[in-house]
C-alpha cells in the first residue's frame, strides 16, 4: 500500500508538470508529439491520455491566441486603408482658397457687423468676386472692391467651390497685351483681319471653339475669330462689390441715361419729322407748343423772335435750324412739338405763322421769350414775356 500509495502522488506530480509543461507549449514552441512520445516510452497509459485532453485543450488556446492576434492586425491595416488622405491643390485652386463669392442670382447685402438688423454698407452682386478677411461659423468677414462687411455665409461658397461656381457663371475673357493686335479671320498668319486691336481691349473667349496650339479663339459680332494666344492674357471676368454710395450714384447715372436716350429718340423722330414738313407747319407747330392757341398776338410774337433769329446773324439763317438749334426751344426736344406735328397745330397758331413769314414783327426786332410769370423784365403780350 505504501509503495502504491507513492506510485500514485509520483504519477500525479508527473502529471501537473506534464500539464504545466503542454501549457506552455503555445508559448515555447516545445513539440507535443515529443512530449507524448517520452510517456509513452514509459509505458504511463493513463497519463498520455489525460496529457492528450490538457493537448487539444492547449491547441484551443493557441488557436484562440493566433485569430485574435490576426483580426487585431487586419483591424489595424483596414484602419490606415480607410483614413482620408488630403487631396494635393493645385495652383490654381490654392490662389482661390482665400475667395467667397455669393451663389444667388440677385445680390447679397454686406452689412457693417454680423447681424441682419445692422446696416447695409454695401452689396455682392451675382460674379461679384471676394477676399475672405476674417472666416465664422455663421458671418463672414469679406473686402471687395471699396466695400468692406460681414455677408451670411448661407448665401456664399468660398475656395475651391467658389472656383468652380466662378467657371459655370463667369464669362473667360482674353485681355490684349499688345497694340495694334490683329484679330484674324482663321488660325493663320495669312486670315483676313477682322479688326486691329488696342492694348487693354477685354475680349469674349469662345470656349466651345476647337482651337491649335498658339491660338485662342474669340467670339465677335456673332462669329468666332482667332487672336496669337502669346498676346492676350485669358482668364475669368470677375466683378467686385459695390458700396451703398456707389450703388446709389450708379442708379442716378442709369436713370439720367435712360432720360437722354428717351429725349435722344424724341428729338430724332421730331426733327425727321420736321425736315419733311413746310415752315408754316413747322412754325406753327413751334407756336402752338408755346403758348398755345388763346391769345393770338402772343402766337404771332413767337413766331416773329423765330425769324427775327433768321435774320439777325447770331443764330443759323434756316427756320428749320433755328428751332431745333441745341438748348434754345424745349419743344424741340421735350416731344411737344412733334406732338402737335403729328396731330396738326391749330388754325390761328398757322394764321400767326404765316403772318411772321411774312414779315410782321410785333415785337419790334426781339430775340427771345419766355412765360409772363419767370419774372423776365420786357413787354409783355398775352401769357408771354418777350425781351
Not at 241 to 265: D, I, P, S, Y
Request: charge should be negative; glycine fraction near 8%.
Amino acid at each position: 500500500m505504501r509503495r502504491n500509495k507513492r506510485v500514485v502522488e509520483s504519477l500525479a506530480v508527473l502529471g501537473l508538470a506534464g500539464a504545466l509543461t503542454i501549457t506552455a507549449i503555445p508559448y515555447s514552441n516545445v513539440g507535443v508529439k515529443e512530449v507524448e512520445s517520452g510517456f509513452e516510452t514509459n509505458g504511463i497509459a493513463g497519463v498520455t491520455s489525460a496529457l492528450n485532453n490538457v493537448q487539444m485543450d492547449a491547441y484551443e488556446e493557441v488557436g484562440e491566441v493566433v485569430t485574435v492576434t490576426k483580426v487585431e492586425v487586419e483591424m489595424v491595416a483596414s484602419a490606415k486603408e480607410t483614413t482620408p488622405v488630403e487631396p494635393e491643390l493645385s495652383p490654381e485652386e490654392q490662389e482661390w482658397q482665400d475667395k467667397l463669392m455669393t451663389n444667388i442670382e440677385d445680390s447679397l447685402n454686406v452689412r457693417e457687423n454680423a447681424d441682419v438688423e445692422s446696416m447695409v454698407v454695401g452689396k455682392l452682386r451675382k460674379g461679384d468676386l471676394a477676399t475672405i478677411v476674417e472666416a465664422g461659423s455663421e458671418w463672414t468677414l469679406i473686402s471687395s472692391g471699396n466695400v468692406t462687411g460681414y455677408v451670411s455665409n448661407q448665401y456664399c461658397v468660398t475656395g475651391t467651390d467658389a472656383m468652380n461656381y466662378a467657371k459655370e457663371n463667369c464669362p473667360t475673357v482674353a485681355t490684349v497685351n499688345e497694340d495694334c493686335l490683329r484679330l484674324r479671320a482663321d488660325m493663320t498668319t495669312e486670315a483676313e483681319v477682322v479688326k486691329v486691336l488696342a492694348q487693354g481691349e477685354v475680349l469674349t473667349v469662345d470656349t466651345d471653339a476647337v482651337v491649335e496650339d498658339g491660338w485662342t479663339a474669340i467670339s465677335y459680332n456673332g462669329t468666332t475669330c482667332y487672336v496669337s494666344s502669346e498676346f492676350v492674357t485669358v482668364g475669368l471676368h470677375t466683378t467686385v462689390g459695390v458700396t451703398a454710395e456707389e450703388e446709389a450714384a450708379a442708379l442716378a447715372a442709369a436713370a439720367a441715361e435712360k432720360a437722354a436716350q428717351e429725349r435722344q429718340q424724341t428729338v430724332s423722330y421730331g426733327a425727321a419729322l420736321a425736315a419733311s414738313t413746310d415752315d408754316v407747319t413747322l412754325l406753327a407747330a413751334l407756336i402752338e407748343a408755346e403758348c398755345g392757341s388763346v391769345y393770338y398776338d402772343a402766337q404771332l410774337a413767337v413766331g416773329a423772335v423765330v425769324c427775327n433769329r433768321m435774320k439777325s446773324g447770331s443764330y443759323p439763317s434756316t427756320l428749320y435750324d433755328v428751332i431745333y438749334q441745341s438748348g434754345q426751344f424745349s419743344p424741340a426736344y421735350n416731344g411737344a412739338l412733334s406732338r402737335w406735328l403729328q396731330s396738326g397745330p391749330s388754325a390761328s397758331s398757322i394764321s400767326a405763322a404765316q403772318a411772321a413769314l411774312s414779315g410782321m414783327d410785333n415785337t419790334g426786332g426781339l430775340l427771345h421769350f419766355n412765360a409772363a410769370t419767370s419774372g423776365k423784365s420786357g413787354i409783355v403780350i398775352g401769357n408771354m414775356v418777350f425781351y
